[in-house]
């Protein structure tokens, strides 16, 4: 076989491959709790379903523009006025699938052999291989303090001539962690001194907790947006709960916009049409699902911070937004994929190794499932690690006794 060198080295998705495990073991009838999914279990709203269905029922169902139907163009324009106060035209749109995608068509738009992309850790799981995707080199920056939040200036230290851009995701994935104002105000305007490309990973920028509002990058920005190399990426995934659909978006400057839309007419033509409906049915429709959502996630966040910060040697930051949390186990094993392996095979709790993210030693625990699955969850891992926990634990209908310590 002679598989191209990016094919052999690149690393499958560790959170979708859990996903695939977790549902294996659920067919075969382990008592799985996922808390590594990055999904809320909330339903698709009803004015997506219906926007979509009607597309299908006319059987009309053909190519689109490939950055995407002017009907979604227009709802993500009046979108970004509502909730970013930015005034742009459709030339600064394009609508992907998903944001990864819209993620990915801006780093083949942009990155040259070599060149660089810095990014904070704890990072997105996909950041490193979509760089590597484009051919460029991923570039991780560390606080020096541990902490989930870099300096500014540790980001300026990073750079060098190849730096091409910086992603920055806030409220964060895995840690749930947001950048301050400052923060944001500071980079955006390091960036544009610099000339760097700064992609704002606005993914969970609705689902942001304690009545804080979340962070607009544009407020920090004076340069109109076709001179600006800011590129702000949303998408339905998460606030609307239509990871299925697979449809996001990027806003930006034209020229970079219409590069990424050459780029992903040659890919995929454009995402799916009745996707892209269904967008248009959520982003018009009745908004009170996110409002929903977000209150939901904030109740199960504190039910579980509550849970970690009364377990017995772990260190666990309250998340600001999202839905992940990411407390350090290194008290019970240094070791992230080996603490998660051994949780999955003793307990069948899923949860996904800091290492994937860039941060040893701790897990990532999501809290878009039910308060049930939380609680339980967090039990058996608590039995399998704390030594002082009853040392039985039901496990379905089933008992288990430790007996392997
Ligand atoms: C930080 C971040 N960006 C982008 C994405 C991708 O979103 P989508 O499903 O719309 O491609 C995810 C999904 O988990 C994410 O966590």
Known sequence: MSLSQIARTLRESITLKLNQT???????????????????????????IVSCTAVLNSGDIKYTPADGIPALKKAILRYTEE??????RPENVIASCGAKQAIMAALH??????????????????YPEMVKLAGGVPVPVRAEDGSFHPLV???????????????????NNPSGAMYSKEFVAE????????????????????????????????????????????????CVS????????????????????????????????????????????????IQNSIDALRVTLENNRNILIDRLNAF?????????????????????????QKLSEFLLNKVRVVTVPGREFG?????????????????????????????????????????LVRDWM
């Open 153 to 171: 200036r540790e980001i300026a230290d990073a750079m060098g001539s190849y730096t091409k851009a910086v992603i920055l995701n806030s409220p």
């Open 22 to 48: 977790a549902a294996l073991l659920r067919e075969k009838g382990e008592p799985v709790i996922h808390l590594g999914g990055g999904e809320p279990k909330s339903k698709t709203p009803i004015d997506a």
């Open 238 to 285: 998460k606030m609307y709960a239509m990871t299925g659909f697979r449809i996001g978006w990027a806003v930006g400057s034209k020229e970079l916009i219409t590069a990424m839309a050459v780029i992903q007419g040659q890919q995929t033509s454009g995402p799916a049409t009745p996707s892209q409906w269904a967008a248009v049915g959520a982003l018009n429709g």
């Open 312 to 336: 017995p040697g772990i260190r666990v930051t309250s998340p600001q937004g999202a839905f992940y949390s990411f407390p350090d186990f290194s008290h019970y094993m240094a070791d992230s």
């Open 187 to 234: 980079l955006v305007e390091l960036c544009a001194k610099r000339s760097i490309y700064l992609i704002m990973d606005d993914t969970y920028n609705r689902l942001v907790f304690d009545g804080r509002p979340p962070v607009n990058c544009y407020d920090y920005s004076s340069e109109e947006v076709d001179q600006s190399k800011l590129l702000v990426i949303n």
């Open 83 to 88: 909730h970013y106060g930015k005034a742009v």
């Open 359 to 399: 941060m040893e030693g701790h897990l990532r625990i999501s809290f878009c499932g039910t308060v049930k699955e939380i609680t339980d969850g967090i039990e058996r891992i608590r039995w399998a690690l704390d030594p002082t926990a009853p040392n039985e634990l039901a496990l379905g209908d089933r008992r």
């Open 109 to 126: 738009a942009i990155l040259d052999p070599k060149d660089e992309v810095i990014f904070p850790v704890p990072y997105w799981v996909s």
